[in-house]
């Protein structure tokens, strides 16, 4: 594996993960509304779903891509038409409320927390096409196999995305009145749609 691609795609995810999203938004309303712990440990349900999104791209793109090189120049292409449809939907999102923040989960345990961060990232098809799309970008056809650098990829993501969540979950009170500035959403929204297009021709080149 290469480093600088490893450094690369540290990189672009901690920029992908501070965007706002239905992950981080989650984590938000619910460290609001319940608390900075609650939101620590809904970060820890929702990034091990990241692990079952990295299974698939590892089993099954690591499959395609050993067996043809048109596949792989197919899977490549899609992904970046996907990041780019990406990008285009990012130009409707509209800012979040979030002094109507959802408390449904206030009375669940530990154990329960975790799995609505869990199920709440597994049974999202996006983030899977997501992963499908972006990964590969950063995957080279010799050194490690490529299960071992989906592997690694789909661990440095987790990491930091976990990070990311929980400094948001700590300094959700004070980030309150930031974030409910139509300004910061309409920034963020455009850096969001930048971000994605880079992505996208990245890929292509």
Do not use: C
């Not at 609001?32 to 079952?52: C, E, H, P």
């Not at 927390?113 to 997501?130: D, E, H, I, Q, S």
């Amino acid at each position: 594996m290469d480093f600088n691609l490893l450094i690369a795609f540290t990189g672009s995810s901690v920029l992908l993960t501070i965007m706002p999203g239905p992950d981080n938004i989650f984590v938000l309303t619910q460290s609001i509304t319940r608390g900075a712990k609650t939101g620590i440990i809904i970060s820890f349900g929702l990034v091990s779903g990241v692990l079952v999104h990295t299974a698939i791209a590892a089993t099954g793109l690591s499959i395609v891509l050993m067996q043809s090189k048109m596949a792989y120049t197919v899977v490549l292409y899609a992904g970046a038409a996907y990041l780019v449809y990406l990008a285009f939907m990012a130009t409707k999102e509209k800012a979040v409320n979030l002094e109507n923040g959802n408390v449904e989960y206030s009375t669940l345990n530990k154990v329960k927390l975790v799995r609505v961060g869990f199920l709440m990232n597994v049974l999202n098809p996006k983030v899977t096409l997501f992963f499908v799309a972006f990964l590969p970008q950063f995957v080279t056809s010799d050194g490690w196999p490529l299960a071992t650098q989906f592997s690694v990829l789909g661990s440095v993501f987790i990491l930091q995305a976990f990070v990311i969540f929980s400094i948001i979950a700590a300094l959700a009170g004070r980030l309150n009145a930031y974030l409910n500035d139509q300004r910061f959403w309409a920034i963020t929204k455009w850096s969001k749609v930048v971000i994605l297009l880079l992505l996208a021709i990245f890929l292509l080149l």
